[in-house]
């Protein structure tokens, strides 16, 4: 009798304690996947790669961590992939384009994600924005590009990129006279184009630009509302903007910058598993080693939580409706 | 500069520099061969290593890899008809039917002989060019740029092959190159142009499955009609031509060197792609031909059709340094990712890189040489086993190429939309063979049509019309015109001498 007991009672015990015990998720012998909606090479896919490197050993169970590119319509196939298909288990981590949430709230065809739905891990840095011109022009401030005769010409790739559509709003709201002449196959051509004075700037983020900055190229004259302290002296564009509609489209296009490289894993996955996701990312940001390789590669790393984002994205979609027309009016996003 | 020249030199054959270059060239001698996964990608694979090295060894890694898949590439192009990469598909053309008639090794050694011919000259056009290459690249602006990708579509008049209606034929195949081109947002205003609400084809379609299809498939249908192997019924004695290959490429020395400054020259010119080089120097191969019977031979198997893009594809390497190196714009999408490793090592492309840093510029010069001349050698100790795979029977060979045909079609975006694109020009391409329209200007028109339009479009842009006005581009559209009058010539010619022909 008294064995029996003994028995039904640590059985007992180990029913009660057994949550307790198993609760640690481990990433042992698994593989973890990072897509990447941009062909190899480029900023995203760098990042993506550094990562893959330096989470492992800050994730229990040390997993092998693998890149996968995903090509195509500027990340949305990614995006749309790791929104449908894949699977709630932690096993698949995304990164794609920051602009996706504006896709969304201008309804492009074609998407198939709800960015909040998505089980947010953070953003490892942010980008900023500048508009810079050719030094050897007698322009320093946005009031001279305003009263500039002729009309600059500013280079740049296409719509849909902030070498376009930083300066198009500037153009329309604060009426600096330029004419933006797009086509050009990269923004390092549209550099060339610079030096052979076919073209007097472009805008671009600060990291691509800063080389150029640095040898005296060109000059800064504007940024955008998310910031670095080497232009933080620089005036941003919404805050000169004449009337608060506009101010509320200008932040509109910059905002994602915030969340400048977004990382989330699938909709629905569990809170431990996002969780030991987020504390692995967040130890790979303060890794120095891997901040050196970073900063080598052209990336300011300041690791933007996943609730932070959240709340970015959440702020872009529940933009007023006249402040999305206007900038629908603009954007296509294509 | 001499003294850095040395420097460089001695730095690559330094231990661990060179020990790095042998990993990268066994690493690129794969990568090469086997179709789809392409030097771009491996270099973006291979960056994250770079990061602890200093940058000379950084360089010997990726240039010792990137600078020989256009040597390796070559050799699958000619032995199975497959692009190994997308700079090689205009050695099929020849090359491949060379295999066919049993050549295999004749077209191997010329290949591999004028691909280390090219890549010397490229990278003695990367060295000599280091004092004047700022004045270089800032002459050519947008409208030269134009006028350049003109000249290359007015080429495609000496790439339509003999025959009644060929040129006809030709510029109707380049115009629907130019149209496949157009499938994608449209550079000024980001309308979307033939995408049929699909997503996949919003950025334009993929060269490397479009190619793989079009020249892969007609040849593995071709083969399953014949029932033979490659290389037909000729038996093995053929086979020991490597020799001969690489005897022609001395015979036609001034071709080869030709064709390697026009490889050199389209590499320097940032923004034209990776795949221009070997088509404008497969036609000016063409038009070395001085009468239209010679001419006529080009496609069935001609040895020049094999060492004009052999050595095209390899002198590129050398040109696309110059505009990467010197002002950080990068003239094809492998040498962007170079760019990153520029970045890694700590180093800005630039004025630096021709004064301070010169030494490690001439190191990438010599790399590119020792790296092509060590896989030339070791490729010719198994050249002619390599050329016996043409005599293995079809049915053997056939699985094995549609693998790689797919596999190398899918593993580049990992997209099913691209093994569809392949069947889709698989099917294009077999029509086209079938009913003898000329394959080479379609692809010319694919690989020219988005930067004739952008260039087009920003010269009016920016200048009006003033920009016709400009002398270079007077230059380059006097020798453009030139091009196609000598091409309709030679086929007035040949009218002219089938006319007198039939009358006797």
């Known amino acids: 009798m008294q064995r029996i007991v003994a028995f039904v009672l640590a059985a007992l015990l180990v029913v009660v304690l057994e949550p307790l015990y198993a609760q640690q998720p481990s990433y042992a012998g698994k593989t973890i996947s990072i897509i990447v909606g941009y062909a190899p090479g480029g900023g995203y896919d760098r990042i993506a790669r550094m990562v893959a490197r330096y989470l492992p050993k800050y994730l229990p169970g040390n997993p092998t961590i693998i890149v996968q590119n995903m090509p195509g319509a500027n990340s949305i196939i990614a995006a749309n992939h790791v929104y449908t298909t894949a699977k709630p288990d932690g096993l698949t981590v995304a990164i794609f384009n920051r602009n996706l949430p504006l896709g969304q709230l201008v309804k492009v065809e074609g998407v198939r994600y709800d960015m909040t739905k998505f089980a947010w891990i953070g953003s490892m840095s942010s980008e900023t924005t500048i508009l810079a011109i050719r030094s050897d022009l007698p322009y320093r401030t946005y009031t001279d590009l305003q009263k500039a005769e002729p009309a600059l010409v500013i280079g740049a790739t296409g719509p849909g990129a902030n070498t376009y559509d930083f300066p198009l709003l500037l153009r329309a709201f604060l009426k600096l006279n330029l004419r933006i002449i797009s086509g050009y196959p990269s923004s390092a051509d549209i550099m060339l184009a610079t030096e052979r004075k076919e073209v007097d700037g472009r805008a671009g983020s600060y990291s691509s630009i800063k080389p150029w900055l640095d040898r005296g190229v060109v000059r800064p004259i504007i940024r955008a509302r998310a910031s670095v302290p080497e232009i933080a002296r620089l005036p941003a564009d919404e805050d000169l903007a004449p009337d608060a509609r506009t101010k509320a489209v200008m932040s509109l296009r910059s905002t994602p910058e915030i969340i400048g490289r977004p990382f989330v894993t699938a909709p629905g996955t569990p809170p431990e598993l996002v969780n030991l996701l987020r504390e692995g990312f967040v130890k790979v940001s303060q890794d120095r080693e891997f901040l050196a390789e970073a900063t080598r590669a052209g990336f300011d790393i300041e690791f933007v939580s996943g609730d932070a984002a959240l709340k970015v994205i959440r702020e872009v979609l529940n933009s007023p409706a006249d402040v999305v027309r206007i900038f629908s009016s603009f954007f296509k996003f294509e | 500069m001499l003294d850095a020249l040395l420097q460089g030199l001695t730095a690559v054959l330094q231990w661990n520099a060179f020990s790095f270059m042998l990993i990268g060239i066994g690493v690129g001698f794969f990568v090469g061969l086997l179709p789809g996964l392409g030097g771009g990608t491996t270099l973006a694979l291979m960056l994250p290593f770079v990061y602890k090295m200093e940058p000379i060894q950084a360089f010997a890694f990726l240039l010792g890899m990137h600078s020989v898949t256009a040597t390796t590439g070559d050799i699958t192009s000619i032995l199975f008809g497959i692009p190994g990469e997308g700079t090689t598909a205009a050695s099929i053309l020849d090359g491949h039917a060379m295999a066919k008639k049993g050549a295999a090794g004749r077209a191997l050694g010329a290949s591999l002989m004028s691909s280390l011919v090219g890549a010397v000259v490229g990278a003695a056009a990367l060295a000599l060019a280091v004092p004047v290459v700022r004045p270089l690249v800032l002459t050519f602006g947008s409208p ?59 950025d334009g379609l993929e060269l490397v499955p479009v190619l793989v299809g079009f020249f892969a ?79 006529a031979r080009f496609g069935t198997g001609d040895v020049r059709g094999v060492i004009g893009p052999g050595a095209a594809n390899n002198s590129k390497e050398g040109g696309d340094l110059i505009p990467t190196i010197a002002f950080g714009v990068p003239g094809s999408s492998s040498m962007a990712i170079l760019l990153g490793a520029f970045f890694l090592v700590g180093l800005v492309p630039g004025p630096d890189m021709l004064t301070k840093h010169l030494p490690v510029t001439f190191s990438m010069v010599w790399t590119i040489v020792l790296a092509n001349v060590i896989t030339v050698a070791a490729s010719f100790a198994f050249l002619n086993q390599l050329a016996r795979l043409t005599s293995i029977r079809g049915e053997l060979l056939i699985p094995f190429l549609l693998f790689l045909t797919f596999i190398g079609s899918y593993t580049a975006h990992n997209s099913l939309g691209d093994i569809i694109v392949t069947l889709v020009f698989g099917l294009l391409g077999y029509v086209m063979v079938r009913y003898r329209w000329p394959r080479a200007p379609l692809v010319l028109g694919l690989v020219l049509g988005n930067i004739v339009e952008r260039y087009l479009w920003i010269s009016t842009a920016r200048y009006g019309l003033a920009w016709l006005g400009r002398p270079v581009v007077i230059i380059i559209f006097l020798v453009a015109v030139a091009v196609m009058v000598s091409a309709f010539a030679q086929q007035r010619r040949a009218r002219v001498a089938r006319g007198a022909a039939h009358a006797a």
């Open chain 2, 144 to 202: 030269e740029l134009f006028m350049v990708a003109v000249l290359g579509i007015a080429s495609i008049a000496s790439l339509s092959g003999g025959g009644e209606r060929a040129m006809l034929r030709g510029f109707l195949a380049g115009c629907l190159g130019l149209m496949v081109a157009a499938v994608g947002p449209d550079p000024q205003s980001g309308v979307l142009r033939y995408t049929f609400g699909q997503l996949y084809l919003w």
């Open chain 2, 217 to 295: 498939i007609p040849e593995i249908i071709d083969l399953a009609v014949r029932k033979t192997a490659i290389a037909g019924d000729v038996s093995g004695g053929r086979l020991s031509g490597v020799f001969e290959g690489v005897k022609d490429t001395f015979r036609h020395f001034w071709l080869t060197l030709r064709c390697s400054l026009v490889g050199t020259w389209i590499g320097v010119l940032p923004g034209l792609g990776g795949a221009v080089a070997q088509w404008m120097a497969y036609a000016h191969a063409v038009q070395s031909a001085k009468t239209p019977e010679d001419r």
